[in-house]
């Protein structure tokens, strides 16, 4: 399993535009950070975590030539609002992944045609409002993405949505006001045993229960990427200490910041964490035992 962060900045992207503060004219490429997206692929198949409206220029960036699935963290504008981009994936191959055998007996209303666009219920109801014409009937022409929206709130680390192999775990978690969801996906590596990454944005409240939830998720977290927007607290995201404090419980080998601001750079993020570590026991131990703690940055690869 890999996953591809191809965007690890705050909902206006990093630089910011009109702003001329250091970050946002720092050459350090570590420093240019597009909307939160995620590519993970698996067994051939990829899947797509996220849409915001960078989206298109992601999918150039990345050379990205189809998509299996899609998972819908919340339905904030910076998450979502590429979802017409969909289009070009969704007339192309979609099918292939409906046809899956698995997928059409565990949610029989997949009628083969669309593209699989995983969320919670209540983020459902928000794509059906935000982006009617996609759902209502139209002239055939292949001017609109062709999605199958699927709820995900019947899934959990008791019953994780199978895809080929690849195990997916919501995780319920609050943004403010705002309900999300973040994903653990667990796959089985060459050794024979599970192997997670989990991807927790956005959030800045995540339940015990949902802590749980992570860990009982399945095997070895290799990877946790989570909501760090920035040094100073906010009424709806991590800071970087309480991300810390979450990542601390979860265990993770590497830890890594995302949709991050334009604060601090890159550097200056990882001179943060490190003058802070020694709060964070279970943290410390991991990092002298060769894991990690670090802001991420658009184009980093995980492996699990
Ligand atoms: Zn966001
Ligand atoms: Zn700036
Ligand atoms: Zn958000």
């Not at 298109?56 to 899609?70: H, I």
């Not at 983020?123 to 929206?149: A, C, M, Q, S, W």
């Not at 978690?173 to 050794?191: P, Q, R």
């Not at 990427?225 to 709806?236: F, G, N, Q």
């Amino acid at each position: 399993m890999k996953m591809t962060l191809m965007g690890t900045g705050t909902s206006h992207g990093v630089p910011v535009i009109a702003c001329s503060c250091e970050v946002c004219k720092s050459t350090d490429e570590h420093d240019k950070r597009l909307r939160c997206c995620a590519l993970l692929e698996h067994e051939g198949k990829k899947f797509l975590i996220d849409v915001g409206p960078d989206f298109r220029t992601q999918a150039l960036k990345f050379n990205l030539c189809s998509l299996d699935a899609v998972f819908i963290t919340h339905s904030h504008a910076d998450h979502l609002h590429g979802i017409d981009d969909l289009r070009i994936f969704s007339h192309k191959n979609s099918a292939a992944m409906c046809k899956d055998s698995v997928i059409k007996s565990k949610y029989p209303e997949t009628s083969g045609e669309g593209l699989p666009v995983y969320t919670s219920e209540r983020t459902k109801g928000y794509i059906h409002e935000r982006f009617p014409y996609i759902f209502v009937d139209h002239e055939k022409g292949g001017g609109i993405p062709k999605l199958n929206l699927i709820g995900m709130d019947s899934n959990s680390s008791e019953n994780p949505l199978n895809l080929c192999g690849l195990k997916v775990v919501p995780i319920p978690m609050l943004h403010g006001n705002h309900h999300t969801i973040g994903f653990v996906f667990t796959s089985t590596g060459s050794d024979g045993s599970p192997h997670s990454i989990a991807y927790l944005t956005d959030c800045n409240f995540i339940s015990e229960e949902s802590l749980a939830e992570v860990k009982k998720a399945g095997g070895q977290i290799e990877h946790l990427v989570i909501d760090a927007l920035r040094e100073r607290e906010h009424s709806s995201h991590c800071n970087f200490l309480q991300a810390m404090g979450y990542a601390e419980q979860i265990g993770a080998r590497h830890t890594w910041f995302t949709h991050l601001t334009h604060d601090k750079k890159h550097g200056q993020i990882q001179s943060y964490i490190n003058d802070h570590l020694a709060e964070f026991p279970n943290l410390s131990q991991i990092v002298k035992n060769g894991g990690s703690v670090s802001p991420s940055y658009d184009g980093l690869i995980l492996q699990a």
